[in-house]
């Protein structure tokens, strides 16, 4: 999609909003409207009343929506003062938008957008006439709390989508079914891949052993490319004193999706001996009155101590290390999703530290191991978003001369991707610019993957230094990056991008050795220890079932390979060979042939071939 279509389609969908919200007006004349947004699918409208909404509601909803369409209503635009504006809205008794018109600042055009009795608070922008919507279908109703706070009232979020035809509707349609097969949370758990257990707590992923083993895969995968770009590994620990985070200015700046601070002994024995509030023990840790520690939510200040360990010199930049870390983020529960949205993940984290002259080809080396990751996974459709910062907001530290020239290095890095990329205000770190990669999954769906930040203001903050040629001390340049983002997340992505049909060399099990009978397991099972010795995953069917019965069991847990074996296989040494994964392999080999033919496939990284 081109930026041209996006916007259009953007109109078209947050006009969709608007038509949402006055057919729900019509048949249900009390409801309190908050925002109506347009989003990346679709839109959505976020309503108070005293009511559940219905399936059949959503129905009768959606009639209205298309007889409003049919009215061929014109959106009209108009420019209003503070005072009509909040008039208008008492006399509707329309509540939230006057919290919302208070939002607006002072000076900003405040605009109303009209189309047959409705009328709505609104920057637009919108199409001419409801007629030009297209084809629209309302697809959930959900609970959503105001201003997307848990301290808030939750009100009831109707979600739909729109397009210009009733062709792109319905192969978006059709792609959201083939999304609930894909599924990951129905997936992992047929495939028993994950749990995640109350009893253990919410937003915790449990990687069962076949997850595990994907994991791991992917761990091996990335760590042999970094050894080709000079990383080095280390391990920092999960805790680290408060202070740190308050140095490096992730507290309090991310402090409303962290875990709360823990007190030191010390403190904790102080407090309780003076009979001291929980409130104000935690008041002393976040304005430094006592000590305490974190659930790091970042692992950047731990690699800032492992690069401050010792004196560095030009020569040993740059310094590259990497970890598969793992981080805890507040998230609150309405917004946890199986294992894309989660409280505890591991990220595969590595920064560089290098000098200004080093930082272009640096910046190129991360964006090259994004895109090999992004090929080795057949996805290969995706798109650059480059964020930066609000210059009118205060939550970004550092000086406007050190951000002006990390955006400046990432600019010049996108451009040269040969993708198409967007620029966003307001999307950076709070430390530093960023490029973030939004994928296209093999069913078209968009996720955002893989990171890489520039930063200058960390080693500002942290006073890091290297010693130059000319025997000067120089300040480092630190670059933050994550392919995958956070395991967690980009398995749970792979899981639906593949549908559980894993390429050979991901896949928790490679190879079903299906016996024809019971006479021959023993045998079967002399093929499996073979197989396992040259470091394939395997394992015998030994069940009594018919062959068919085998057959549909390894392809509902979804094995890639099968080997039937029957007498003539055991008497001539063969295996009969059945691939899920390239459907025009068939036929015997003989079993050195067949394992090499699996390790061949397995370092190929070769992807499926439906």
């Known amino acids: 999609m081109t930026m041209n279509e996006y916007v259009d389609l953007n109109k078209i969908r947050h006009s969709a909003a608007h038509v949402l919200a006055a057919a729900v007006l019509r048949l249900f004349p009390n409801a309190k409207l908050d925002i109506g947004p347009s989003t990346r699918t679709g ?17 009768s909803i959606e ?46 055009e405040i605009s109303l957008y009209v189309n047959g009795e409705f009328i709505d608070l609104c920057r637009g922008e919108h199409v001419n006439s409801t007629k030009e919507i297209g084809a629209i279908k309302l697809l959930s109703i959900a609970g959503a709390y105001y201003r997307g706070s848990e301290k808030n009232k939750q009100l009831q979020r109707i979600s739909g989508t729109a397009f210009a035809s009733k062709k792109e509707l319905d192969e978006y349609l059709a792609m959201l079914e083939d999304a609930k097969k894909r599924d990951h949370r129905k997936l992992g758990k047929e495939l028993k891949l994950f749990i995640i257990s109350d009893e ?32 080095q590994q280390v391990f920092t620990p999960h805790i680290a004193k408060l202070g740190l985070f308050k140095t490096s200015g992730h507290f309090p700046y991310y402090k409303e999706s962290q875990f709360p601070p823990l007190p030191d002994r010390e403190s904790l024995e102080k407090a309780t001996a003076s009979n001291q509030s929980c409130k104000a023990m935690f008041d002393d840790l976040e304005n430094g009155n006592a000590d305490g520690f974190l659930l790091k939510p970042m692992n950047c200040p731990g690699h800032v101590m492992i690069y401050m360990s010792d004196q560095r010199s030009y020569r040993d930049l740059p310094f590259k290390i990497a970890e598969f870390g793992t981080v805890y983020r507040w998230e609150q529960s309405g917004e946890l999703n199986g294992m894309t949205r989660v409280r505890s993940f591991t990220q595969d984290d590595a920064h560089i530290f290098c000098t200004q002259e080093q930082l272009h080809d640096e910046i190129n080396g991360c964006l090259y191991l994004v895109k090999v990751i992004f090929k080795t996974l057949g996805m290969e459709k995706f798109r650059v978003r480059i964020g930066l910062r609000d210059k009118s907001s205060d939550k970004y530290i ?42 296209q999954d093999v069913i078209g769906r968009e996720w955002q993957l893989g990171t890489v930040q520039v930063d200058y203001n960390l080693p500002e903050r942290f006073e890091m230094s290297y010693i130059g040629s000319d025997n000067r001390e120089y300040r480092p340049i630190m670059i933050h990056r994550a392919p995958f983002g956070s395991l967690e997340r980009f398995v749970g992505l792979l ?37 396992q010795f040259n470091g394939i995953r395997a394992s015998v069917d030994e069940h009594s079932d018919k062959l068919s019965g085998k057959i549909r069991r390894a392809e509902v847990e979804k094995v890639p390979h099968m080997f039937i074996l029957g007498v003539k296989e055991v008497e001539t040494g063969t295996v009969s060979i059945r691939s899920r994964i390239d459907k025009n392999f068939t036929g015997s080999l003989k079993l050195p042939s067949a394992i090499e033919y699996l390790k061949k496939v397995i370092a190929s990284r070769e992807l499926p071939n439906w």
Request: without cysteine; glycine residues 6%; negative net charge.
């Open 43 to 59: 839109f959505y409208y976020d309503f108070d009343l005293d009511y559940n909404f219905s399936q059949e509601d959503l129905e």
């Open 200 to 231: 253990l707590g919410q937003g915790m992923v449990l990687w069962l052993p076949k997850g595990a083993i994907i994991r791991q895969e992917l761990q091996n995968f990335i760590l042999e490319e970094l050894e080709k770009q000079g990383y």
């Open 63 to 108: 009639r209205e929506m298309l007889k409003i369409i049919l009215e061929d209503q014109k959106f009209i635009k108009k420019v209003v003062t503070r005072d009509e504006a909040m008039s208008i809205m008492k006399s509707k008794n329309q509540t939230y938008k006057l919290a919302r018109l208070a939002d607006i600042p002072e000076g900003d």
């Open 495 to 531: 899981i639906e991008h593949f549908g559980g049909d894993f390429p050979t060399w991901l896949a928790p099990e490679q190879v079903r050795i299906i016996p024809l009978n019971d006479d021959l397991i023993v045998h079967a099972n002399e093929i499996n220890r073979e197989l």
């Open 398 to 439: 550092g000086s406007d001369d050190n951000w002006m020239a990390a955006e400046k290095a990432l600019r010049a890095a996108a451009g040269e991707l040969g993708v198409p990329f967007e620029v966003i205000d307001g999307e950076a770190a709070f430390y530093g610019p960023k490029i973030d990669f939004i994928v």
